[in-house]
Structure formats: structure tokens, C-alpha cells
């Protein structure tokens, strides 16, 4: 069927599985295909220099029906929008704009733009994302500042606004958004942010955030991306509640105990929390805080947490993660993760999730103690374990996993034998397991619930060697292997020794006849089987011994 004979719905199910550049350059070459790609083509437009933006500029000057479809601008590179006379061509020509978005300064833009916003134009836009603000305007206090004109034409309908509340050089008390008074001063009101966001990458005042927050009186949600935050001296106004911020996210290099009071006197209706903290352990003037001070602000942290409904809390450089004894005694309502990386500990809850308990322990994270420290009233709750090794001392904090029901473990050649105690289990993912046949057999003798298993491999040659073991399912899943649609299943269980060959997504029975990879299953009995990598799955179903039914080959949802 000729191209211009397919429907319109037909190109955008093809163009949504290209790239954005695929898209573009499919665009060009096909013209049959321009008509029903392009509102979806020039919705988002992307330019890094001069000569693309001039390009650009005269592709909608010669095609006026373009203009209307521009709703993203993302300006990248240094050195963007530097003629006067592109800038307002480029305003005039994307009318229906809505969102703005530069990595670095573009302040003619900013500059003229804020003036023809006055007339009309960009009478759409309701976003303006600068990313590298805080960098940009450390070398711009006391220069004429389009960004902020910009922001001060567009404060009766920006949806986010973003402000440098770092603290001037000269005056700690006065944040750099405010040093411009003839654009944004403490009068000024962002009446539609939903969204306040705070920069800085040094130091900033708890009275200048507190100042911003007046200017966005409606915001629910505060992002706050700073090297720390604290109280200038004794100077600190007297923390009015604020009710509006249902969401509050923060970055910080340095966690000051100024901030952790402020957070809990201030936000008194979180309801989720996002904080990143990079050191909690020193002060911003690199002296170690001591035990009472790490205990007390972990605490405030802690009673934060503890009246929103979802956190998500990331501790980098903290030392010894077991002081964090309270999130790990609380009984949580609905979901509740542990993980611990190098160098980092994250804590996650959900609270309208199902009640589960996860706890996992990365291979980087080099902390064998963390689990032998771990309290006994935790273990006992804990439903899912992620371990990267299971070490021989985990013997005794095992045996108070009274409620596991999931365990996952890497192997690494290192364990040959299982002397630990028996493990309520329903569900077993073993990693990276090369040859452990007699680990598995060993370990699955205490696993008497066990129902279903998940084998992650590199391919070559794997087994599972589980005689004791009746299964609901098994599952492989080959990760990073060429593999061709070429391999054999040696399935023995209940007394019987049956073999598959599934070549070229055919699959047929066969009598001790193996080509390429071979999977080698053994087990007292299974459901069902399943072989996945990539874009494939193949699936064979045993609902009894002696009736074994084809295997079905399936394909993934590519979704």
C-alpha cells in the first residue's frame, strides 16, 4: 500500500517508537508523513546555538501553519539568542508557546521578552525553567537581570518560579532575588504558583526562604536545592505555620540542625517529603557534629517523616546507618524500604500502599554488621530481604525473620553449603548463580514454603537443582547474553527426564537431543516454566506429570 494511502493514526503509532532526533529526520526525508507528524514533531523544539535558532526562525517565517504547534522551547548552550532582532522574531513566531526552558543565561531573551510580553505576546507561556541559575547569577548581582523581568511580567500566571535565595556578599540577610528592586521585592506576588523553588550554592538564610514563601502564598509544593540552610545570628523572624506546602522537596550539601527545626515548626501539612542529604555527619565548615547533635537532628528528621503519608529519605556519608534506630522501630503503616548502598542509606513509605516491609543490602555497600544490627522487632516484621551475599554469620538475624516471605541472593561461588535456619519463604530470586547446584539443593531443604523461583543468569550452560522443591512456577530470566533463538530445556522431575528444543520461537519435543544453550531444571514438581530474555518468552505450562501440554511461545509487550 503507497504511504499517502495509510491513515493518519497509523504514522503516530510508528512515530511514537522513534527517538525524538528519529522523528525529525524521518520528518524531512518523507513528505507523505509531514501532515499527521508534525503538531507531534514541533510540539517540543530543541536548539543549541545561534545558526540553529536563526534556522529555526526562518523555517516559520516560510511556514506560517508551524507556529501555532511550538508549545516547548529549550534553548541549550552557553551562547544562545545573542541578535536582538532573532530574539523578537523568534517571540513574535511562537505564539502559543507554554513553556520556556534554557540551560544557561539568555538574558537578551529574558530582556525582550519581558518587554513584548507587555504587548501581547507569549500570552500562553506559564512555565520558565532556568538550570543553571544558581551557577549564572553568582558573576550577575547588580547587573540589569531580564530573568527577573521576565518573572515579574509573567507573575500573574506562572505556574513555578524559581529564586536564588542565596545570601548577598555583603548583606546575609538580603537573598539575591531580592537585589533587584525595581523587579522582584517582598511586595511581589506569584498569585498562580503551585510550585516554589529555592537555589543557592552557598549559604542562605532561614528569614530569606522564609521571605520567598510570601511571595508564592498558594504554592502546595517547595523545592529547595541548596548547600545549607541556617539562622543568620540572632536575627531570625518568629516561624509563622505554613498549611499550603503539601509537598516539600529538598537537596541539601550539608544538613545544619537550623534547618530540621525550622522544617518542623514551619510545614505543618506535609504530606510528602523528599530529602536528599549529601553530609549529615559535619558542618558546613567541615567539623564533625557530635553524637548528641547527629542524634537530635536525626530525631527532628524522624518526627518530619513521621506525619506525611509518603518519604522518601536519601542519608550519604552518615557512618554508622544504625543510629537511624527509630525509622527501623516504628511501625509503619503501608509500604516500608531500607536500602542500603555505598555510602548512602535510602528510606522509602508509602503509607497507601499494602502493609510490606523490604529491606535490602546492595554489593557495594561493604557494611556486613548492618543486618546483625538490625533490632529484633524489625526482623520480625520484615516481609521482602535483598541481600547481596548471604554471609555466615546471617544465621542468627534470619532466624528472627519470622514473616519473610521473598528473598532474593547473589552467588559468587564463595558459599557451597547452607547451615542457617529454616526460612518461611514462598519466594526465592537467585543471581549471578554460575555453578551452585549443591548450594541450592542444600539451601532449599530449609525452605519448606517454598512456590516459586526466579533464576537471574548470564546464560552458559545454568541449572536448577532443587529435587526437594515443588514448585507453582520457575522462572529465568538471561541478562546481558547473546543468546541466539537457539537453546535446549532438560526438564526432570516426578521421575521423568523430558527435553525441548525451541529454535527459531519453534518449539518441539525431543529425546536427549540438546542444541545450543541448555537449562538444565530439576525439581520434585512444577507448573510452569519460563525462559526470558530481551524480546522474548518462552513459556510452557505442566499442569500435572503424566499431562504435559505444548509450550506456548510468547512474545514481551514491547511497553
Known sequence: MPTRQLSNEIHLGILTYLTRKDQIQY????????????????????????????????????????RDLVKILVLRGRRCLTNETVCASLIHMTPCLKTLITDFASML???????????GHWCFLDYLEYKHFEYDHVSTIGMDDGYHALLASLQDRLSTVTLSIQSHPQSPLEPICFHFPLLINRQTCFGASKHLICISNSMAAIRSLDDALKLCPHATKLTLDLD??????????????????????????????AIFDYMNSKFTGIKQLTL??????????????????????????????????????ALEEMGNYLKLTSFFLHPWEGAMEIILDRNMIQLKHDKSKSKHSYLCIKPDAGQTDFLLGMPTAYLNRLNTLDLAKLHPSYGRPLAYCTHLQALYLSYDGGLDAYS?????????????????????????????????VC?????????????????????IRVRHNQLSRQFSIHLRY?????????????????????????FVIQCRETKYVEIQWDDFLFSLELPSPLSLKTPKINPLDPT
Not at 42 to 54: H, P, S, V
Not at 283 to 309: G, R, V
Open 27 to 66: 520528518s524531512l526525508v518523507c513528505r507523505n508523513w509531514r501532515e499527521a507528524a508534525k503538531h507531534l514533531l514541533f510540539k517540543t523544539i530543541c536548539l543549541n546555538d545561534d545558526q540553529q535558532i536563526a534556522s529555526f526562525v526562518h523555517l516559520l517565517a516560510t511556514a506560517p501553519s508551524l
Open 109 to 119: 531573551l529574558y530582556q525582550i521578552a519581558s518587554q513584548e510580553v507587555k504587548f
Open 228 to 257: 545549607h540552610l541556617d539562622s543568620y545570628e540572632d536575627q531570625m523572624i518568629p516561624i509563622v505555620p505554613n498549611t499550603t506546602i503539601e509537598h516539600l522537596s529538598i537537596n541539601l550539601s550539608y544538613g545544619t540542625p
Open 276 to 313: 536528599t542529604i549529601h553530609r549529615l555527619d559535619i558542618s558546613p565548615k567541615n567539623t564533625p557534629y557530635s553524637d548528641a547533635t547527629l542524634e537530635s537532628t536525626i530525631l527532628q528528621i524522624f518526627q518530619c517523616a513521621q506525619t506525611t503519608d509518603v518519604f522518601d529519605i
Open 420 to 452: 542457617g535456619p529454616t526460612l518461611p519463604i514462598t519466594h526465592l530470586t537467585l543471581r549471578r548463580m554460575g555453578d551452585s547446584g549443591y548450594f541450592q539443593t542444600q539451601f532449599t531443604r530449609q525452605t519448606p514454603n517454598l512456590r516459586h
Open 455 to 475: 533464576i537471574e543468569t548470564t546464560g552458559n550452560d545454568d541449572r536448577i537443582d532443587m529435587p526437594t522443591c515443588s514448585f507453582d512456577s520457575i522462572r
Open 494 to 518: 516426578s521421575g521423568q527426564s523430558t527435553f525441548y528444543q525451541v529454535t527459531n520461537n519453534q518449539t518441539v519435543s525431543t529425546y536427549r537431543s540438546l542444541v545450543g544453550e541448555v
